[in-house]
């Protein structure tokens, strides 16, 4: 079982930047893939991007595609998304996921381990 924990949102400007960790508080993510998602105020979580276990395929939603970047670091069992270019569309509560039994990364958030999920980091873009 693992338990992850995001950290590194806050409020920024729209076009500034921001890096989100996603770092394991039990358990182990180094074999698995990773998702990122979002949740919009009343709204459905979505799909950001997501990474396999090695580091070498990455997927993102076309609507970060070119702003946000995704990159793991297993010797520190973090995942760091990388976000450029903010929008105030940005908003959202961002949330980390260990993929269940496969070291691949899905668009689907049901793929992803329940027990995994943190309490998820708040990005605040301004105009």
């Known amino acids: 079982q693992v338990k992850l924990a995001e950290s590194g949102g806050g409020l920024v400007q729209a076009g500034g930047s921001l890096r989100l960790s996603c770092a394991a508080s039990?358990?182990?993510?180094?074999?698995?893939?990773v998702g990122w998602f979002r949740q919009r105020l009343g709204q459905a979580r979505d799909f950001v991007a997501g990474?396999?276990?090695?580091?070498?395929?990455?997927g993102y939603a076309a609507s970060v595609k070119g702003r946000f970047t995704v990159s793991r670091d297993n010797s520190e069992n973090v995942v760091y998304l990388q976000m450029n270019y903010l929008e105030p569309e940005d908003t959202a509560v961002y949330y980390c996921?260990?993929?269940?039994?496969?070291?691949?990364?899905?668009?689907?958030?049901?793929?992803?381990?329940?027990?995994?999920w943190g309490q998820g980091t708040q990005v605040t873009v301004s105009v």
């Open positions: 990474i396999n276990w090695s580091g070498d395929s990455t």
């Open positions: 039990e358990g182990t993510f180094s074999n698995y893939g």
């Open positions: 996921a260990r993929r269940r039994g496969s070291g691949e990364y899905s668009y689907n958030l049901y793929n992803y381990e329940n027990e995994s």
